[in-house]
């Protein structure tokens, strides 16, 4: 990813919940984890298509995974560093917008 | 029992997903469904589910690009690699779909464009024309014509069930003059009501005339195109006054006359009528054009037999209607006015060629599918879809309609706007034929589906495995392709029986002597200014000083109001003392030498004196036969318009409408008698003449409109122009099919001989010669081309009425020679396309049809 691309909404908000694992995880459990902060129920395979593009740009990386207790195996995905700095990015970003914005919380008058 | 999530929302979730994630992200969902499930219930699980599918939907779009980028990419690769491997096979495919698809695209297009787009008018459905129907000749058909003022004024002071309004319209030359120059401008004079019931609508100011002040104030509402040409487009002209033939005229409006109706002109004036034109003699002046509108629910058939009825009613109190009769006709049907049938037909022909082509790529794909039999069933062993095999015929299907739709869209953009000039230029809406890029776009997306369907449709394993099982010979595939086959057959049978008919015809009209001669005389047609020569004496000297120029330049001219295949029509009425009823006739007004210029020899009696100006006609011979039977005419009487003439000569008939109508009766009467604003100039000699003419009508009347001379020949070869066009049509057309038919034949012979290499070869094993084999094939091929012979030759004799009356050729009889060729060439064709496929069935090796069979 080129240092002036930025991620867009919904790909912050799963790399966010990836980052909030600290093993990674799957999708169910990014599904779960978004759920649980923000109480916004995402698509799960919606998640997964996100997942692979950021793989494709080098921000998360995969590896399957069979339980030790046995069942069906699971993609497991972790935050990579190219990922962070995205998130960062970002953040910088809005933060910066935010810093001047004027925006009044009192409703129009 | 374990609680399972909703099946069809799993399959969907499945589907949303792709191949690589599936299985994890079905496996993720159950897991989610089951905590959900414990924690707050299996309906609330469920839901939640739904839910998760509906949320996914929008993934659809993403997982279709995935398909294109990836299989269908690669069923996209292996279409092109059977391009480049097969040429012959993609060529043939792509070549075939061209040629129905330019078919359907041009000819289809021509037909919308010029008849079957609606006019720009509001509900222009409801549109008419109306025309009187004069008395049934002998055959019983009667000849159309316009509507005069009284009877015009009659119908606007009539209650209707099925009309709302009718309207009239009347060509006029207005003279305009500007800066001391005089113009003569193309002018029309249109009823009070006639923009409301089009449903004009101005561009600028007012559509409508000021009833009220008509008298005072002449009004004029100017076309677009004459408004930006002379004004500059611009807005403030309204209100302001135009100088027209010598009367200032308040300009009201400016509209825009598009769509083909009316003929565009530069400026509209209102239509008013002098008491003298709505009298009872002028019941006979059916000059006006009308249009009239229908009421919301009512129909073309009930308004046509009301007018008609209404006409009939007038014949007891009004001779010049007794016998007559009326029709309504749909205006955006009668702009195309003796084209229709040519229309008609090419319309046919398009929809009907493209069929051809579709069943013919149709059997090409069925064939090579035949050559694919071991590959596919190799894919299918290896664990291919049926689905995915499928997938791929119609994705080679659409690459070669993409292909074809591309060539048959680069013909009809080249041949579209060029056949605006091979088009009738009196074809209203002619000049509108053209192909835009949207509807481009459409033909070539409708051009992509119908070559995958195509492909699809050859695409058949099973019946294909099947046949060649049994054999070809009596399989149903086969039987359906001969069937097609001699279907085709038929139908260029047809095409190539009409093409002699009306190229026999043609050739029988062209030798028609037509009583005149129109080699070496040029015409010109001239309105007198009416500024300069507003009265009877001024029009008569104008004229005779324009003869005089010519024959002091040694060229022999002469006058004429009515000259024969012209298009003018002037039937007026004539009787003889003491006769019944008023009979018809061609009335023309001539000028001494007119008989001279044109070849119409004096049979009997004399021309007219110069200065002749007495009540005095010379009648044809057919009016002659007709109401002087066994008598000499000369010096007789007859009636025209309510005056009593003398007979001073009997001249030779002419074709007046043309070498496939009788003479008509015509009369004559001295230039010297009756003097009219507007008259055609004829004059004989060569080429140089042209000139001489225009220099002539420039002198005598400087401001009449351009002088355009013209050949007198034009007036001949725009009367044969329909006629060509319906050979050049017919002749593609038969072109067109014969490939069709051709490629059909080889296509269904190729096929069965595929299907049969396997008994071909134990028959050569068995002793069969190549001779035989190669005649047996023939044999099939000929026979399937007897049998369209048969039925094309079949449904000429059935329709010979019909085809008669479209070509106007009674009982449309084929002559000998032309039977022979048409039976020669279909033979031709025939076997020029079962030659291929019988020698390579001739050439069947048994070892290894054998083997691979």
Request: a neutral charge; hydrophobic letters at 45%.
């Given at each position: 990813?080129?240092?002036?691309?930025?991620?867009?909404?919904?790909?912050?908000?799963?790399?966010?919940?990836?980052a909030r694992?600290d093993?990674?995880?799957?999708?169910?459990?990014?599904?779960?984890?978004i759920?649980?902060?923000?109480?916004?129920?995402?698509?799960?395979p919606?998640?997964?298509?996100?997942?692979?593009?950021?793989?494709?740009?080098?921000?998360?990386?995969?590896?399957?995974?069979?339980?030790?207790?046995?069942?069906?195996?699971?993609?497991?995905?972790?935050?990579?560093?190219?990922?962070?700095?995205?998130?960062?990015?970002s953040?910088?970003?809005?933060?910066?917008?935010?810093?001047?914005?004027?925006?009044?919380?009192?409703?129009?008058? | 029992?374990?609680?399972?999530?909703?099946?069809?929302?799993?399959?969907?979730?499945?589907?949303?997903?792709?191949?690589?994630?599936?299985?994890?992200?079905?496996?993720?969902?159950?897991?989610?469904?089951?905590?959900?499930?414990?924690?707050?219930?299996?309906?609330?699980?469920?839901?939640?589910?739904?839910?998760?599918?509906?949320?996914?939907?929008?993934?659809?779009?993403?997982?279709?690009?995935?398909?294109?980028?990836?299989?269908?990419?690669?069923?996209?690769?292996?279409?092109?690699?059977?391009?480049?491997?097969?040429?012959?096979?993609?060529?043939?495919?792509?070549?075939?779909?061209?040629?129905?698809?330019?078919?359907a695209?041009?000819?289809?297009?021509?037909?919308?464009?010029v008849?079957?787009?609606?006019?720009?008018?509001?509900?222009?459905?409801?549109l008419?024309?109306?025309?009187?129907?004069?008395?049934?000749?002998?055959?019983?058909?009667?000849d159309?014509?316009?509507?005069?003022?009284?009877?015009?004024?009659?119908?606007?002071?009539?209650?209707?069930?099925?009309?709302?309004?009718?309207?009239?319209?009347?060509?006029?030359?207005?003279?305009?003059?500007?800066?001391?120059?005089?113009?003569?401008?193309?002018?029309?004079?249109?009823?009070?009501?006639?923009?409301?019931?089009?449903?004009?609508?101005?561009?600028?100011?007012?559509?409508?005339?000021?009833?009220?002040?008509?008298?005072?104030?002449?009004?004029?509402?100017?076309?677009?195109?004459?408004?930006?040409?002379?004004?500059g487009g611009?807005?403030?002209?309204?209100?302001?006054?135009?100088?027209?033939?010598?009367?200032?005229?308040?300009?009201?409006?400016?509209?825009?006359?598009?769509?083909?109706?009316?003929?565009?002109?530069?400026?509209?004036?209102?239509?008013?009528?002098?008491?003298?034109?709505?009298?009872?003699?002028?019941?006979?002046?059916?000059?006006?054009?009308?249009?009239?509108?229908?009421?919301?629910?009512?129909?073309?058939?009930?308004?046509?037999?009301?007018?008609?009825?209404?006409?009939?009613?007038?014949?007891?109190?009004?001779?010049?209607?007794?016998?007559?009769?009326?029709?309504a006709?749909?205006?955006?049907?009668?702009?195309?006015?003796?084209?229709?049938?040519?229309?008609?037909?090419?319309?046919a022909?398009?929809?009907?060629?493209?069929?051809?082509?579709?069943?013919?790529?149709?059997?090409?794909?069925?064939?090579?599918?035949?050559?694919?039999r071991?590959?596919?069933?190799?894919?299918?062993?290896?664990?291919?879809?049926?689905?995915?095999?499928?997938?791929?015929?119609?994705v080679?299907?659409?690459?070669l309609?993409?292909?074809?739709?591309?060539?048959?869209?680069?013909?009809?953009?080249?041949?579209?706007?060029?056949?605006?000039?091979?088009?009738?230029?009196?074809?209203?809406?002619?000049?509108?034929?053209?192909l835009?890029?949207?509807?481009?776009?459409?033909?070539?997306?409708?051009?992509?589906?119908?070559?995958?369907?195509?492909?699809?449709?050859?695409h058949?394993?099973?019946?294909?495995?099947?046949?060649?099982?049994?054999?070809?010979?009596?399989?149903?595939?086969?039987?359906?392709?001969?069937?097609?086959?001699?279907?085709?057959?038929?139908?260029?049978?047809?095409?190539?029986?009409?093409?002699?008919?009306?190229?026999?015809?043609?050739?029988?009209?062209?030798?028609?002597?037509?009583?005149?001669?129109?080699?070496?005389?040029?015409?010109?047609?001239?309105?007198?200014?009416?500024?300069?020569?507003?009265?009877?004496?001024?029009?008569?000297?104008?004229?005779?000083?324009?003869?005089?120029?010519?024959e002091?330049?040694?060229?022999?001219?002469?006058?004429?109001?009515?000259?024969?295949?012209?298009?003018?029509?002037?039937?007026?009425?004539?009787?003889?003392?003491?006769?019944?009823?008023?009979?018809?006739?061609?009335?023309?007004?001539?000028?001494?030498?007119?008989?001279?210029?044109?070849g119409?020899?004096?049979?009997?009696?004399?021309?007219?004196?110069?200065?002749?100006?007495?009540?005095?006609?010379?009648i044809?011979?057919?009016?002659?036969?007709?109401?002087?039977?066994?008598?000499?005419?000369?010096?007789?009487?007859?009636?025209?318009?309510?005056?009593?003439?003398?007979?001073?000569?009997?001249?030779?008939?002419?074709?007046?409408?043309?070498?496939?109508?009788?003479?008509?009766?015509?009369?004559?009467?001295?230039?010297?008698?009756?003097?009219?604003?507007?008259?055609?100039?004829?004059?004989?000699?060569?080429?140089?003449?042209?000139?001489?003419?225009?220099?002539?009508?420039?002198?005598?009347?400087?401001?009449?409109?351009?002088?355009?001379?013209?050949?007198?020949e034009?007036?001949?070869?725009?009367?044969?122009?329909?006629?060509?066009?319906?050979?050049?049509?017919?002749?593609?057309?038969?072109?067109?099919?014969?490939?069709?038919?051709?490629?059909?034949?080889?296509?269904?012979v190729?096929?069965?001989?595929?299907?049969?290499?396997?008994?071909?070869?134990?028959?050569?094993?068995?002793?069969?010669?190549?001779?035989?084999?190669?005649?047996s094939?023939?044999?099939?091929?000929?026979?399937?081309?007897?049998?369209?012979?048969?039925?094309g030759?079949?449904?000429?004799?059935?329709?010979?009425?019909?085809?008669?009356?479209?070509?106007?050729?009674?009982?449309?009889?084929?002559?000998?020679?032309?039977?022979?060729?048409?039976?020669?060439?279909?033979?031709?064709?025939?076997?020029?396309?079962?030659?291929?496929?019988?020698?390579?069935?001739?050439?069947?090796?048994?070892?290894?049809?054998?083997?691979?069979?």
């Amino acid at each position: 990813m080129g240092s002036r691309e930025y991620l867009g909404e919904f790909e912050q908000v799963v790399l966010l919940a990836l980052a909030r694992l600290d093993e990674g995880g799957h999708g169910a459990a990014i599904h779960a984890e978004i759920l649980a902060a923000s109480g916004r129920d995402v698509s799960i395979p919606a998640v997964y298509v996100t997942l692979k593009r950021m793989e494709g740009k080098g921000l998360v990386a995969s590896r399957v995974e069979t339980p030790a207790e046995g069942g069906r195996a699971r993609k497991v995905y972790t935050l990579l560093p190219d990922g962070h700095a995205a998130l960062l990015r970002s953040r910088e970003l809005f933060d910066r917008l935010w810093a001047g914005a004027r925006i009044r919380t009192g409703g129009a008058s | 029992m374990k609680a399972r999530p909703p099946a069809w929302s799993r399959a969907l979730l499945g589907r949303l997903s792709s191949p690589s994630e599936r299985d994890y992200v079905l496996a993720d969902l159950d897991e989610a469904f089951a905590r959900i499930a414990e924690e707050s219930g299996v309906a609330a699980a469920r839901r939640w589910y739904r839910g998760q599918a509906l949320r996914s939907l929008p993934l659809l779009s993403a997982r279709l690009v995935d398909l294109a980028r990836g299989s269908v990419a690669s069923d996209l690769r292996g279409a092109i690699r059977v391009a480049r491997r097969r040429p012959l096979y993609a060529a043939g495919v792509a070549g075939t779909l061209g040629l129905g698809l330019s078919s359907a695209i041009v000819l289809g297009g021509i037909a919308w464009r010029v008849w079957l787009r609606p006019l720009p008018f509001p509900d222009s459905e409801q549109l008419v024309r109306i025309y009187e129907l004069g008395r049934p000749d002998e055959v019983g058909a009667r000849d159309r014509g316009r509507i005069s003022p009284p009877l015009l004024r009659d119908l606007r002071e009539t209650e209707w069930t099925h009309f709302t309004g009718f309207a009239a319209l009347s060509r006029s030359s207005p003279e305009w003059e500007l800066d001391g120059e005089l113009q003569q401008l193309q002018g029309l004079e249109v009823s009070p009501g006639f923009f409301d019931l089009m449903g004009m609508v101005p561009l600028l100011g007012r559509a409508s005339w000021d009833s009220r002040n008509n008298a005072e104030v002449p009004e004029v509402v100017l076309s677009e195109a004459f408004w930006r040409r002379s004004f500059g487009g611009d807005p403030a002209v309204i209100e302001r006054s135009i100088d027209l033939g010598g009367r200032p005229h308040a300009i009201r409006g400016v509209v825009r006359l598009e769509g083909g109706y009316p003929t565009p002109v530069d400026l509209l004036t209102p239509l008013v009528f002098e008491d003298r034109r709505l009298g009872e003699g002028m019941r006979g002046a059916r000059y006006l054009e009308v249009v009239g509108r229908l009421g919301p629910q009512s129909t073309l058939e009930a308004a046509s037999a009301e007018f008609a009825a209404f006409i009939e009613a007038l014949g007891p109190d009004h001779p010049m209607h007794r016998g007559w009769t009326g029709e309504a006709v749909s205006l955006r049907d009668d702009l195309t006015g003796p084209f229709r049938d040519v229309l008609r037909l090419l319309l046919a022909a398009g929809v009907a060629f493209l069929a051809l082509a579709l069943v013919n790529v149709v059997g090409l794909a069925s064939i090579r599918t035949l050559e694919r039999r071991h590959e596919i069933g190799v894919r299918l062993a290896l664990g291919a879809s049926a689905g995915r095999v499928a997938r791929g015929a119609w994705v080679e299907g659409a690459f070669l309609g993409a292909v074809g739709g591309a060539g048959a869209l680069v013909v009809a953009l080249v041949l579209l706007p060029a056949s605006i000039d091979w088009l009738p230029p009196d074809l209203a809406r002619s000049s509108e034929v053209g192909l835009s890029w949207g509807g481009a776009l459409l033909w070539w997306i409708g051009s992509v589906g119908i070559g995958g369907v195509v492909g699809l449709l050859g695409h058949r394993p099973a019946p294909a495995h099947a046949e060649l099982r049994t054999g070809m010979r009596s399989s149903r595939g086969g039987a359906r392709g001969a069937f097609l086959v001699s279907g085709q057959l038929a139908l260029t049978t047809l095409l190539v029986a009409v093409g002699t008919l009306v190229f026999e015809r043609s050739r029988e009209l062209a030798s028609h002597d037509v009583g005149f001669r129109a080699d070496h005389v040029y015409t010109s047609f001239v309105s007198l200014p009416r500024t300069t020569h507003d009265d009877w004496e001024a029009r008569r000297d104008g004229w005779g000083a324009m003869l005089d120029h010519l024959e002091g330049a040694g060229i022999v001219a002469a006058l004429t109001t009515n000259p024969p295949m012209s298009g003018a029509n002037a039937n007026y009425g004539f009787r003889r003392p003491g006769a019944e009823s008023e009979s018809f006739g061609q009335y023309s007004i001539v000028s001494p030498d007119y008989f001279r210029v044109m070849g119409i020899p004096i049979l009997h009696g004399r021309t007219f004196e110069p200065g002749e100006a007495g009540p005095v006609t010379l009648i044809s011979e057919t009016l002659a036969e007709g109401h002087f039977p066994g008598e000499d005419p000369v010096g007789q009487t007859v009636s025209i318009l309510q005056e009593e003439h003398t007979v001073i000569g009997v001249v030779g008939p002419t074709s007046h409408f043309g070498p496939d109508a009788p003479p008509p009766p015509s009369m004559y009467v001295s230039f010297e008698a009756t003097t009219w604003a507007f008259a055609h100039l004829v004059a004989q000699g060569e080429a140089s003449v042209a000139e001489r003419l225009v220099d002539a009508i420039t002198r005598i009347a400087p401001g009449a409109s351009p002088p355009i001379v013209n050949p007198y020949e034009t007036y001949l070869s725009d009367w044969f122009r329909p006629l060509r066009i319906q050979l050049g049509i017919v002749g593609v057309l038969g072109i067109v099919g014969g490939v069709l038919a051709g490629l059909g034949l080889y296509t269904t012979v190729a096929f069965q001989v595929r299907g049969r290499l396997p008994e071909l070869g134990i028959r050569v094993a068995l002793g069969a010669t190549r001779g035989r084999i190669l005649s047996s094939v023939v044999r099939g091929g000929l026979i399937a081309a007897g049998v369209g012979l048969a039925v094309g030759l079949g449904g000429w004799w059935a329709s010979r009425g019909a085809l008669g009356e479209v070509l106007g050729t009674p009982g449309a009889a084929l002559s000998p020679s032309a039977l022979t060729a048409t039976v020669a060439l279909i033979l031709v064709l025939s076997l020029t396309a079962v030659a291929l496929p019988a020698l390579r069935a001739s050439r069947a090796d048994p070892v290894t049809t054998l083997r691979s069979g």
